[in-house]
């Protein structure tokens, strides 16, 4: 069946640095793929998305490319802030499944210090 | 655009009521509402899924008599937890989506539900 894997957190960063958070997925048929960001207390907010290979989304300074050849979509970002500080889902929404559900990972979260 | 309300934002409630809550997309209409529950520092669990005028499809394990979801309009759907108790207590977020050919999900800003 379809499922994503996110690496385990927390991520701790100062600010200013480079942030990487891997996100790889197993999905029959050709899924649309998500990142979503929570702060806390809060909903899920999109953060940026891609719906066919090599196609980048990108958001606030937030990049991942759609690998279908490693099967990925790891979030970038070049420079953290403070605000960043929040925690990150990365999901999948197979449209070839006939449900359109979203399968999440299991969530990461990011801290980053002044 | 493509906003998603819920009602309450927070229900703090006794073992053995019942507690409504409400999503609605406020400037869409929405075919498909979804269902999650959160649990502290965990992923979202899908609950079930609700296609307007229709029967809600549970996920296996959800309880559909204690999980009640109604879809009644294009806008509006409402979950109910019957005869809630302590174990009840989670985090409730609601996504909607509008047509089948557009498979992103629209979030709602969550429902903190608190059993005593």
């Known amino acids: 069946g379809n499922s994503v894997t996110q690496m385990e957190g927390p991520v701790t960063l100062s600010e200013e640095a480079f942030l990487t958070i891997n996100c790889t997925y197993t999905a029959t048929g050709y899924p649309s793929l998500f990142w979503y960001v929570q702060y806390p207390g809060e909903g899920l907010q999109l953060l940026l998305k891609a719906t066919k290979a090599d196609d980048k989304g990108s958001n606030k300074g937030f990049e991942a490319t759609y690998r279908k050849e490693t099967t990925s979509f790891h979030l970038e970002k070049g420079s953290v802030q403070v605000s960043d500080s929040a925690v990150y889902f990365c999901?999948?929404?197979?449209?070839?499944?006939?449900?359109?559900?979203?399968?999440f990972g299991t969530g990461t979260r990011l801290k980053v210090l002044a | 655009g493509a906003v998603v309300s819920q009602h309450p934002s927070w229900v703090i409630c006794k073992s053995g009521t019942s507690v409504k809550i409400e999503c609605r997309s406020l400037d869409f209409q929405a075919t498909t509402m979804f269902w999650y529950r959160q649990f502290p520092k965990q992923s979202l669990m899908l609950m079930a899924t609700s296609n307007e005028g229709s029967k809600a499809t549970y996920e296996q394990g959800v309880e559909k008599d204690k999980f009640l979801i109604n879809h009644a309009s294009l806008t509006l759907s409402t979950l109910t937890v019957t005869s809630a108790h302590p174990e009840d207590s989670s985090f409730y977020i609601c996504?909607?989506?509008?047509?089948?050919?557009?498979?992103?999900?629209?979030f709602g800003p969550g429902t903190r539900l608190t059993v005593l």
């Open positions: 999901a999948l929404s197979d449209p070839n499944s006939g449900t359109y559900k979203y399968i």
């Open positions: 996504s909607a989506r509008t047509d089948p050919s557009y498979n992103e999900q629209f």
